[in-house]
């Protein structure tokens, strides 16, 4: 009797698992990618309040550009105009003291910046600066005369 030898084996390779590892691999590093890359959310906006308050006790001559309605402009650090607003008269305490009380509010300002700087009249008042969690904690508070 003769045998047959038996038949050879051979050996199929599965190669589905390893074409499935790289699938999960790929989109893995796609994920991160996207994750990493995306830009980052716009900062919220806040609301950032002031006072101020005039004292000119015997002349108020030299400050006609504080006024009821006078424009109130945000800065930030890189002296970019962020919000204009408008001075809204509060108190006037007497005629005889001079003393008047003002108050604004920029009610959108973008948070995120280094710096913020408020000015108020014209160009020989300066702009005063705060750090952001002073401007959008305690606001601003500008006394003159």
């Known amino acids: 009797m003769t045998s047959t030898p038996p038949p050879a084996v051979t050996r199929r390779r599965r190669r589905w698992p390893w074409l ?3 699938l999960v691999v790929a989109a893995a590093v796609t994920v991160a990618l996207v ?24 002349s108020c001559s030299g ?20 919000a204009i607003t ?3 008269l509060g108190t006037v305490t007497t005629e005889s003291t001079g003393e008047r009380k003002y108050s604004f509010t920029f ?3 973008r948070r995120g910046e ?15 600066w705060k750090s952001e969690s002073e401007a959008f904690g305690g606001g601003f508070t500008i006394n003159i005369g």
């Open 35 to 58: 994750v990493t890359l995306s830009p980052e959310p716009p900062p919220e906006n806040g609301k950032i309040t002031g006072t101020m308050k005039i004292n000119c006790v015997t």
């Open 114 to 128: 280094k710096q913020y700087g408020v000015h108020v009249g014209n160009d020989n008042r300066g702009v005063i």
């Open 63 to 82: 400050y006609g550009d504080i006024r009821d309605g006078a424009q109130v402009i945000l800065y930030n650090e890189k002296n970019e105009v962020l």
């Open 20 to 22: 499935v590892g790289a």
């Open 107 to 109: 009610t959108h300002a």
């Open 86 to 88: 408008q001075l809204v």
